[in-house]
């Protein structure tokens, strides 16, 4: 498969659930981010890996965990969340230092917090 | 930090019309100005980007052009078609070049386009 992919594509969790979202890049890419996009807000970035380490994190809660194991994935573990962090959740990749700063934006994981 | 105003939130246009849509930016080091494209049910999609060294660029139907001077930039579709009907976003970086693109973005317009 080509480009950025994320699993599961929707996600329904009570509040005392653990659980982990994946995105895959096949672009080659040294770069990847989370985003948050809710109705009627603009996307928020949650979290940036760049060359697998960590250079920004927006003030994000702690139940919102990240995991950059190697350049190609990324992973969002979630846990005690709350109703308010229901939205559609964005992973993106580009290439750090490159002559395009394009980000490719995955399908996203609708997440629903009962 | 930086903050990025887009208007309208929403326009409502007839086949063939022009479409346009306005964005501010608050960091005068931004250097970088993609807008994206996200269909209903799909993911954001980048369809034109410019850079603060240059005051227009244009790719068919769409142009952006940008005033540094006074922080704005804009969107403007021509021959508006019933697949342009969408959400468009624009966002603003001062990151061009580097280790990371952050990203800040507008809170996006849905553009519908009439046939």
């Known amino acids: 498969e080509t480009g950025v992919t994320q699993t599961p594509r929707h996600l329904v969790m009570g509040m005392t659930n653990k659980k982990s979202l994946k995105c895959e890049q096949h672009l080659g890419h040294n770069a990847m981010y989370w985003y948050k996009q809710s109705a009627k807000k603009p996307l928020e970035l949650m979290f940036v890996?760049?060359?697998?380490?960590?250079?920004e994190n927006n003030s994000v809660p702690s139940r919102f965990s990240p995991e950059c194991p190697n350049s190609s994935h990324l992973f969002l573990h979630l846990h005690t969340l709350q109703p308010e962090d229901s939205a559609l959740y964005l992973c993106?990749?580009?290439?750090?230092?490159?002559?395009?700063?394009?980000?490719?934006f995955g399908p996203g994981t609708r997440l629903t917090v009962l | 930090g930086e903050n990025v105003e887009q208007h309208p939130s929403t326009l409502s246009v007839q086949e063939g019309d022009s479409a346009v849509i306005k964005c501010t930016y608050s960091?005068?080091?931004?250097?970088?100005f993609p807008w994206y494209k996200q269909e209903l049910g799909k993911r954001p999609q980048l369809i034109i980007d410019i850079r603060s060294n240059v005051g227009e660029k244009k790719d068919q139907r769409i142009a952006v052009t940008l005033n540094k001077t006074a922080k704005h930039f804009s969107l403007h579709i021509t021959e508006t078609q019933p697949e342009d009907s969408a959400v468009y976003f624009c966002a603003a970086s001062k990151n061009y070049g580097g280790a990371t693109n952050k990203l800040i973005f507008g809170t996006g317009t849905l553009l519908a386009v009439q046939p």
């Open positions: 960091d005068s080091a931004s250097n970088y």
């Open positions: 890996y760049s060359l697998e380490e960590r250079v």
């Open positions: 993106a990749s580009s290439q750090a230092g490159g002559r395009s700063n394009e980000q490719f």
